[in-house]
C-alpha cells in the first residue's frame, strides 16, 4: 500500500531555514506529479508548490515565491521542500501529495509535518 511521508518540519526563528522530506513508498513515484499543501492555524489547506514527474517544470503560489523551491530525486523516491527566509505567516502543518495522472488531483496525501515561525 502506498504511503507519503513527511520529515524536517520543526521550530525555527523568522528568517531561518527548513528543509522538508516527503520519502514515497508503494507508489510509482517518478509516475506521479509531487505538491505540497500547508493549512495555518484556524485556515483552510493552502497549495504551496508543484513539481511534475521529471522536475522540470515548478509552480508555487505567490507567497512563497523566491523564497521556497520545490524538487525531487527519483532515484530516491522522495520530493523536497526547501525553505528560506521564513516568515511567522508560513507556519502551519506542510502536507506532500502526489498526482499519479496529472490532472491536479491528489489521491495520495501524507500525514503533514508541523512548521512554526515566531517572529
Known amino acids: 500500500q502506498g504511503q507519503l511521508v513527511e520529515s524536517g518540519g520543526g521550530s525555527v526563528q523568522a528568517g531561518g531555514s527548513l528543509r522538508l522530506s516527503c520519502a514515497v513508498s508503494g507508489l510509482a513515484f517518478a509516475d506521479m506529479a509531487m505538491a505540497w499543501f500547508r493549512q495555518a492555524p484556524g485556515k483552510g489547506q493552502e497549495f504551496v508548490a508543484r513539481i511534475n514527474r521529471s522536475g522540470s517544470n515548478t509552480t508555487y503560489t505567490d507567497p512563497v515565491k523566491g523564497r521556497f523551491t520545490i524538487s525531487r530525486d527519483n532515484a530516491k523516491n522522495t520530493a523536497y521542500l526547501q525553505m528560506d527566509n521564513l516568515k511567522h505567516e508560513d507556519t502551519g502543518i506542510y502536507s506532500c501529495?502526489?498526482?499519479?495522472?496529472?490532472?491536479?488531483?491528489?489521491?495520495?496525501w501524507g500525514q503533514g509535518t508541523q512548521v512554526t515561525v515566531s517572529s
Open positions: 501529495a502526489g498526482d499519479p495522472y496529472s490532472q491536479g488531483r491528489y489521491p495520495f
